[in-house]
């Protein structure tokens, strides 16, 4: 597996991460905790060395889940986990970024997680609450304390970006990237690029949509989150399909397949971009690891720009509460 440096000042990490949400969270009916384990312990023994997931995922099964799995593999992998929900005793479940709660998710995150220090601390949603310095001031003493060593943010806007960096350097910004949403390209990968920060896309593969294995007539589970999202409507899925098409013209010609190809160009998008995209299947494990070592040439990149371009894409990414939380 390639190697890329997760900003300017962050550890090397695999190309291509593992997003292990949807192993206990999200996703309909939860799959079997050990076989989830067993994949995990599969992505390290092919390569993969940077892992995500969050209190928020379960909440606090996920984290679980990630630590036993890694255990064996302390120091040789780059955990990532999130704060800033309001969870646990007496919580609303909304957002919650205090400086006390903070500190309180790192103390019981790292006994989750089974490890002395948090590798990599996002921020999980802007607390409109909260002054982003204090939120970076709390991190920061946190690394001080030898309990976190990087210091990331989701979903964030640049101004954010910019405030929170000058607190406390931001190592990772993890906001929505893929072919199909494209907005980060506007402001935020320009200061990641500007400042030295590596860029973390999620939903890399448009949550399932971009393998190509979605279409109008699929039936989501009830715990399925994709449920309430509007791109996954019928009428969107059905008029978002010919972005799956392109994917899959191009990747005939490669020998690759639509999803191999949405993340391939998301590498050659910048060298400190660094996809996770999530799975509970084997063979898409290593269908989204082949696409490391998957080259898209100047002219095919030049294609899928072109088409993509041509492409209105239907539908919001979320509900217009969900999406209030992020600082787009």
């Not at 991460?17 to 999200?26: P, Q, S």
């Not at 939903?203 to 309430?228: C, H, Y």
Request: proline share 7%; aromatic share 6%.
């Amino acid at each position: 597996m390639q190697q890329r440096q997760l900003g300017s000042s962050g550890p090397a990490v695999s190309a291509v991460g593992l997003g292990c949400m949807g192993m206990n969270h999200h996703r309909g009916a939860v799959p079997d905790r050990n076989a989830m384990i067993a994949l995990i312990r599969a992505a390290v023994e092919r390569g993969v060395t940077f892992f995500d997931t969050a209190e928020v995922y379960g909440p606090f099964t996920n984290e679980s889940l990630v630590g036993e799995a890694l255990e064996p593999f302390r120091g040789q992998v780059t955990i990532a986990t999130k704060f800033g929900f309001d969870l646990g005793p007496g919580g609303q479940g909304g957002v919650n970024s205090r400086p006390e709660r903070i500190r309180q998710v790192a103390e019981d995150s790292l006994r989750r997680l089974r490890v002395e220090t948090i590798d990599l601390f996002y921020q999980h949603r802007v607390d409109p609450a909260v002054p982003i310095e204090d939120v970076a001031g709390a991190v920061r003493d946190l690394i001080a304390a030898g309990k976190v060593r990087h210091f990331g943010l989701s979903e964030p806007g640049a101004l954010t970006i910019r405030r929170a960096h000058a607190v406390q350097p931001v190592t990772a910004v993890q906001n929505e990237y893929s072919l199909w949403w494209r907005r980060p390209e506007a402001e935020v990968l320009p200061v990641c690029e500007e400042l030295g920060i590596g860029f973390v896309p999620y939903s890399p593969l448009g949550r399932g949509f971009l393998t190509g294995s979605i279409d109008e007539t699929t039936a989501f589970d009830s715990g399925d989150n994709r449920t309430t999202l509007p791109r996954f409507a019928p009428d969107a899925i059905r008029a978002n399909r010919p972005l799956v098409e392109l994917l899959r013209d191009i990747g005939r010609r490669r020998g690759a397949t639509p999803a191999q190809i949405a993340l391939a160009w998301l590498l050659a998008q910048r060298p400190w971009i660094i996809p996770i995209p999530g799975t509970t299947k084997l063979d898409r494990l290593d269908e989204n690891i082949g696409a490391a070592g998957l080259d898209l040439t100047p002219a095919e990149l030049r294609d899928i720009a072109d088409s993509a371009g041509r492409i209105a894409i239907q539908g919001d990414r979320y509900p217009k509460e969900v999406e209030a939380m992020t600082g787009l």
